[in-house]
């Protein structure tokens, strides 16, 4: 009989072992293996160039920490089964299952599905393939399993899924400023109230964790660049959109032609989830990028200047306010952009985009992280008398358009 207990070398954590067999089939289905050919951080090694990691990685690494935070929990008396333990360790390793190409930059462009929906989705057709196997599993990625400290190990504030991604994602970048103590903040994870919370000695492990989540969002993940290529990315995709619902005719792969030619609403959605399904999980980064290297050949001027721009890293401008940006302002650079490019005046807005990204250093609207002290009292984090990290929401606004036009 096959040993399905494997072994994988990390780059992260070293050796990491594949605890219970089933893990191993899923890891081996092509649904899951389709999470190679899908990049972490999308477009962002357009400036970060190590950032070819991809959710497979990720996935793999969750499953990790989830695999020693159930140790840990366990050496403290915390009552977790043998069928717990299986059921929390397959939704970590399935929470990102249904992430489409380039990660969220495109997941209402191709699919108007959230990828928590489609992972969802995606664990049901499993569990019935399985044979009920996923059950419990489906249970707590939904929050609907009685010890609800399971789920957020895989969901919450302090999840084995943002302790992966943060350790990662800097280590892949090389932004050191996102390194986490993960091992110490597995080390400190306690149950009380049926609440998942951190003893009283990881405070400060806790609040490094948060400010290194803070300033990845804004040196990596929202790094201005990084915006600017995703965002004409996402034009790209809703003008070809455009056009195949025109009836033009583009040189893409089967499963992206489904998304742009068959897939035209919410309600072909919902009456026909698993056709959506099964073309969706033939979609990936290559299906992307090939497209975009055929669509620098179309006679559309819009798509095929997108698309040629990306394609040689010819990214637009991008302007960042702490305000919305003028009316009038904006008008000169359309002005601009018309005297500069073949665009008539009804296409010109596709490549002028605005918009604005947002993030908080720890959000207080949600379930706050718990601090345990050794007396049995209970503190949010928000509470602590030297929390030191702001709670506010920081919006930024963005103008992009392109480089070569004059005076800008």
């Known amino acids: 009989m096959m ?5 994988f070398n990390d780059p992260v954590y070293g050796f990491i072992t594949i605890p219970y067999d089933i893990l191993f089939d899923l890891i081996e289905h092509p649904y899951f293996q389709r999470l190679r050919r899908i990049k972490q951080l999308g477009l962002t090694d357009y400036v970060y ?3 070819l ?3 497979f990685h990720h996935a793999l690494g969750a499953l990790h920490l989830m695999t020693e935070a159930i140790e840990s929990l366990r050496s403290k ?3 977790i089964t043998e069928e717990e333990a299986i059921g929390v360790s397959i939704g970590i390793l399935l929470h990102d299952i249904g992430h489409g190409p380039f990660s969220h930059a495109l ?3 191709l699919v108007n599905v959230h990828h928590e929906e489609l992972s969802l989705l995606f664990m049901e057709t499993l569990n019935k393939e399985f044979g009920g196997a996923l059950t419990l599993a489906i249970k707590i990625f939904t929050n609907t399993y009685p010890k609800k400290f399971l789920h957020q190990l895989i969901s919450g504030q302090l999840d084995m899924d943002r302790l992966d991604y943060l350790s990662r994602d800097s280590f892949f970048t090389g932004v050191h400023e996102g390194v986490v103590g993960y091992d110490r903040i597995i080390k400190m994870l306690a149950v ?3 609440e998942l919370m951190v003893e009283e000695k990881g405070i400060y492990s806790i609040e490094k964790f948060l400010v290194a989540r803070r300033l990845m969002y804004w040196q990596v993940y929202l790094h201005k660049t990084v915006v600017a290529a995703e965002q004409m990315l996402v034009r790209v995709l809703k003008r070809a959109k455009e056009l195949a619902q025109q009836g033009v005719e583009l040189d893409v792969s089967d499963s992206l032609r489904y998304c742009l030619y068959e897939l035209d609403s919410d309600k072909k959605w919902n009456q026909n989830a698993s056709d959506v399904l099964n073309n969706f999980a033939r979609l990936d980064d290559y299906d992307i990028f090939a497209a975009l290297k055929t669509f620098t050949q179309v006679q559309d001027p819009v798509l095929a200047l997108l698309s040629k721009a990306l394609i040689d890293r010819k990214l637009f401008k991008i302007e960042l306010g702490s305000i919305p940006f003028k009316s009038d302002y904006i008008d000169s650079i359309r002005s601009k952009v018309l005297e500069t490019f073949p665009i008539s005046k009804k296409r010109v807005d596709h490549l002028i985009i605005t918009g604005k990204e947002t993030n908080s250093a720890y959000n207080t609207s949600k379930e706050e992280i718990k601090i ?3 007396g049995g009292k209970i503190l949010p984090m928000s509470e602590i ?3 030191g990290i702001k709670t506010e929401i920081i919006t930024k606004y963005y103008l992009c358009y392109p480089k070569n036009i004059p005076y800008f």
Do not use: Q
């Open 49 to 51: 160039p190590g950032a």
């Open 385 to 387: 008398s030297d929390f």
């Open 3 to 7: 040993n399905k207990k494997k072994i």
């Open 53 to 55: 990691h991809t959710r």
């Open 77 to 79: 008396g915390v009552d």
């Open 192 to 194: 009380r109230n049926d």
């Open 107 to 109: 997941e209402h462009s």
């Open 372 to 374: 345990l002290y050794k």
